[in-house]
Nanobody, 117 residues
Framework: QVQLVESGGGLVQPGGSLRLSCAASGSLFRRYTMGWYRQAPGKQREAVAFISSGGTPNYAEPAKGRFTISRDNAKNTVYLQMNSLKSEDTAVYFC???????????WGQGTQVTVSS
């Protein structure tokens, strides 16, 4: 089982930036596509971006042009650089391995992102 620890969230003004990190334990990390997800209050968790084991990124529509996902397999870490943040980006952000339409491991605690003036 891989354990996931997300960090880097915080309070930021609209238009600001944050860089999230997700550290994974164990050696399985590098084999899998990794995804960032978010869950806003009262809403279902949704995928934001994912990156293949080889580093190919893909983005959900809300993230296109504003977010950049990257990974460092040597550090077992996946990142999400978020720019031009909007109030609707406010959510708890999580990472997980992806397999098909599902996820691989238990969820971490997530990291809160709040975009507000």
């Amino acid at each position: 089982q891989v354990q996931l620890v997300e960090s880097g969230g915080g309070l930021v003004q609209p238009g600001g930036s944050l860089r999230l990190s997700c550290a994974a334990s164990g050696s399985l990390f590098r084999r899998y596509t990794m995804g960032w997800y978010r869950q806003a209050p009262g809403k279902q968790r949704e995928a934001v971006a994912f990156i293949s084991s080889g580093g190919t990124p893909n983005y959900a529509e809300p993230a296109k042009g504003r977010f950049t996902i990257s990974r460092d397999n040597a550090k077992n870490t996946v990142y999400l650089q978020m720019n031009s943040l909007k109030s609707e980006d406010t959510a708890v952000y999580f990472c997980n391995g992806m397999r098909g339409s599902g996820t691989l491991w238990s969820w971490g605690q997530g990291t809160q992102v709040t975009v507000s003036s």
